[in-house]
């Protein structure tokens, strides 16, 4: 889960100087500008009056957040205001922080497995974002009690409250890890349904509310922000002093609280009349071709899971790939060629960058015993200040291509990344072979060069030009749904990658506990971090379009049907222009 822009759908009539915008309100229309919506709203806006003095600029930004704060709440409810600072903030902000942050010291600290065995866990824990698609799909089509989305939320929170009460109290060993890995993947599932479903009906609401501005998404990755940093502060030093299992403890009451506003209607949704109940056969026809490669997508997700956890690294990697193939086949079936072509690229850049944690967060972590002269780096830093300068960087990277790279090519954008960030894995071979040490240069500091600045930075732009293109290649009414298969694509490609991982870290004969080997963990990097993410650079120029980010790639399609899937966070696009653009992207961040 990244930071992100504003939601395409959520931007389609945004006000924007002082243009006119069409307002939705129920089935009355009308247009008014953002002049004449201020003059109605006095309240909701706050400037610094022509001649300002020290006193208005003290005042100034709580004044300022005083009118934000009017404006969201008088726009979407103090409800759905608190249901949504529950949904960001205690479950995507900290449960979700608590759930990624906390998997290392888990595995490796209180169940003792091995460096493979954790690769595999965190690939099934990790498997339900492969499933966005199908739980849209499932969501929009099979209303429970007339309901699309309250009777998910409460499931979703139910499941993965009991998942962490079992992981906290369960008598758990590394004979039982199998079953930890399960349960992470309920409380991952829990995380994944409030995510997609919550910002399915905020990015709805503010389609509504156009000239409301990124209030709501401001809203979300405030109380986010909040809830990841509070979380990762509390990962690192509770791990280091031997309160892994209790770390997640928090987590029970965190995936349980969502229930809470639900409870007390703060979700506005309204059942469905009771003839339109039961599942919508209408919509399933329209989007069959669709709703088929989501299923395929869910239950290859749920393959690879039990895979991980009953198979081999060759059943495992075999599996990946065979899946593989008939998920992009699939996708060339499904969805318009240009579209395939890019999916496929950005599905082989995920996997082509192949991720071995099992083998690296152990060298990193691994106390004396294990490594005689290794990094031994705290949870404390590797965990929380790590976090930290990673959110620094991320949005450095995001002010770095909105005001360098925005009028780059397609291909370019890509491709530089790619070089940036096998040049950042350089990094990872000074202090594997121990040169670090040798030229008195302290480990941390390379790390936070490598892996915290220049790889963090490097993904950002890889990711934001991914939104941008994703978003130039949507067909009309089609955005929806093409966004939450793109972005299974992309996770499924993280757990193929995981899955060639677990292969190459047994392959190189890498030893994670006592007697540990990482002597070919030099060759292991140079095969997976330097060797095969260079792949991406000629796919770049065969499958990405030559144009620059500033052109319009396809026109509309007006006779495609209508979208029944919502996208989730990571699928969040650049501000359009202004009402009416087709295509149009705007390179304001916020």
């Given at each position: ?476 009414e089609m955005e929806s749904t093409v966004y939450a298969l793109l972005a299974g694509f992309q996770n ?99």
């Amino acid at each position: 889960s990244r930071p992100g822009l504003l939601s395409l759908h959520a931007v389609a009539v945004m006000a924007h100087g002082g243009e006119t915008y069409e307002i939705r309100s129920g089935a009355d229309k009308k247009d008014l500008t953002l002049e004449e919506y201020k003059a109605l709203h006095p309240t909701y806006y706050f400037d610094l009056p022509s001649q300002p003095g020290c006193t208005d600029y003290v005042r100034y930004p709580f004044k300022r957040f005083a009118a934000y704060y009017r404006r969201l709440t008088g726009n979407f409810g103090l409800p759905f205001v608190i249901m949504l600072a529950s949904a960001y903030g205690g479950v995507k902000g900290a449960l979700y922080s608590f759930l990624t942050s906390g998997l290392l010291p888990f595995f490796q600290r209180s169940l003792g497995v091995s460096g493979s065995r954790y690769q595999a866990y965190s690939t099934v824990a990790l498997s339900p974002w492969s499933m966005k698609a199908f739980i849209g799909m499932l969501s929009d089509c099979a209303p429970i009690l007339g309901y699309y989305k309250i009777p998910y939320l409460v499931m979703a929170s139910v499941f993965a409250t009991a998942a962490f009460y079992l992981i906290c109290f369960m008598p758990l060993d590394a004979d039982s890890a199998q079953l930890a890995a399960a349960l992470f993947f309920f409380g991952h599932l829990g995380v994944v349904v409030v995510d997609l479903l919550c910002e399915g009906k905020y990015a709805e609401m503010m389609i509504e509310r156009p000239l409301t501005g990124p209030d709501a998404v401001t809203w979300v990755w405030g109380t986010y922000m909040v809830g990841k940093l509070i979380s990762s502060a509390m990962v690192g030093p509770m791990s280091d002093a031997g309160y892994v299992r209790e770390l997640f403890l928090a987590c029970i009451p965190l995936a349980a609280q969502v229930c809470i506003p639900l409870l007390f209607g703060c979700f506005p949704e309204k059942p469905l009349p009771k003839e339109r109940r039961g599942i919508q056969v209408q919509k399933l026809k329209a989007n069959a071709p669709v709703f088929t490669l989501a299923t395929a997508m869910g239950l290859g997700a749920v393959g690879i899971a039990l895979v991980n956890l009953f198979g081999d690294s060759l059943a495992v990697i075999i599996y990946a790939c065979c899946t593989s193939v008939v998920l992009c086949a699939g996708a060339f079936l499904v969805l318009d060629r240009k579209l395939a072509m890019c999916n496929l690229y950005m599905f082989l850049a995920m996997a082509t960058y192949v991720q071995i944690d099992g083998a690296m967060e152990y060298f990193y972590t691994s106390d004396s015993t294990c490594i005689a002269d290794g990094p031994h780096f705290s949870y404390t830093f590797y965990k929380t200040y790590s976090s930290l300068l990673q959110a620094v960087f991320g949005w450095l990277g995001v002010v770095v291509f909105q005001n360098y790279m925005s009028n780059w090519s397609f291909r370019t954008i890509f491709w530089v990344p790619i070089v940036l960030r096998v040049l950042a894995s350089l990094f990872d071979i000074f202090i594997v072979n121990r040169w670090t040490t040798r030229l008195g240069i302290p480990d941390q500091a390379v790390f936070i060069i490598g892996v915290d600045m220049i790889y963090e930075l490097t993904y950002m732009l890889e990711f934001m030009a991914g939104v941008i293109l994703t978003s130039k290649l949507c067909p009309k009414e089609m955005e929806s749904t093409v966004y939450a298969l793109l972005a299974g694509f992309q996770n499924f490609g993280q757990n193929v990658s995981r899955s060639i991982g677990l292969y190459l870290i047994q392959s190189f004969n890498i030893k994670t506990t006592v007697p540990c080997d990482f002597s070919n963990l030099t060759w292991l990097l140079v095969v997976c971090h330097l060797g095969m993410p260079l792949i991406g650079v000629p796919l770049s120029f065969l499958l990405l379009p030559k144009e620059r980010l500033t052109v319009n790639l396809i026109e509309a399609k007006p006779d495609v049907p209508k979208s029944v899937s919502l996208p989730t966070d990571d699928d969040l696009a650049p501000l359009l222009d202004k009402k009416g653009s087709k295509g149009g992207y705007g390179s304001s961040a916020l």
